[in-house]
């Protein structure tokens, strides 16, 4: 869970909108082929257990990656830029709904939203001081009571104005993620973790499947994110996955570990609800 932090949350739609009766998106018509990514420079630099992925995109690229993983998220709904789900303690904020904890709220989810304000603000991006501390409202009823607002119109400027920021954002997760993962990795584990990582990598479609699964699952190492001693990040991803193609090989492994996730989960969660749309969100990582 950006996000996930490796937020552990169903995947967004446009509740948000919904409240406002409109869901305000951008054409996604015009998305170019993401086959074009077998172009993208990857720098292999020896770090730790393996290799940290210093992955470069172009502006084109960032924004067809950031594009697909906003579609994921919230439809393309600029509304859904800012949501806060029912249930939730947070704010979900961004192409990845970055979490954004209020003053003193804390959870099982890694925050992320003030690492992206702080990456915009690197990047000579101007981010007004509100949006530098904690989340300044602080429940869902205040926040959707402020939905149309001078504040949360400003927050949807900034973000729906940021496309390919955000996604570069979200490939340094992803550049940061290898390393954790082996060093969290048993030992006989570690050598086909990383192969399956560069067998993904390789493929056209490679960079935006691992991407996207980080920042909406996770890296599979926090002991928070688990049911019954079993994560669902990427890391989990990769130690299932089999041989064949490495896209299907991927998307199949993603689809049983989020299958086990939801039969280890709470009963009164009902998390089998949110199966339907996480699949159909792996369909994505094939073609």
Known sequence: MTHQAAEDRPQKNTESAKKTGRSRSLPFSALCSLRSFAAISLLLLSAGFGFAQSIQLSDAQA?????????????????????????????????????WYP?????????????????????????????????????????????????????????????????????????????????????????????NFYRVAAQPLGFYALMDYVNFKGEGISPTERY????????????????????????????????RRVKNSPPARNEVKWLPGWRNRLKTYRN
């Open 103 to 195: 003053e003193g709220k804390r959870g099982p989810f890694e925050e992320s939203f003030p690492k992206l304000v702080n990456y915009f603000i690197s990047q000579g991006l101007g981010v007004p001081t509100w949006m530098r501390g904690p989340c300044v409202w602080t429940t869902r009823q205040q926040f959707l009571a402020g939905f149309e607002t001078p504040p949360l119109r400003q927050l949807r400027n900034l973000l729906s104005t940021t496309i390919p920021q955000q996604a570069r954002f979200a490939a340094l997760r992803l550049e940061q993620a290898l390393p954790k993962m082996l060093a969290a990795a048993p030992a006989a584990e570690r050598e086909n973790v990383k192969a």
């Open 63 to 99: 924004n067809e990656i950031g594009l697909r993983i906003w579609k994921n998220e919230c439809a393309g709904s600029v509304d859904g830029l800012t949501s806060w789900n029912s249930g939730e303690d947070f704010a979900s904020l961004g192409i990845g709904h970055f979490i």
């Open 228 to 259: 019954n001693g079993q994560g669902w990040g990427l890391l989990q991803v990769l130690e299932t996955m089999s041989g064949g193609p490495a896209l299907p090989a991927f998307a199949a492994a993603a689809d049983q570990v989020l299958t």
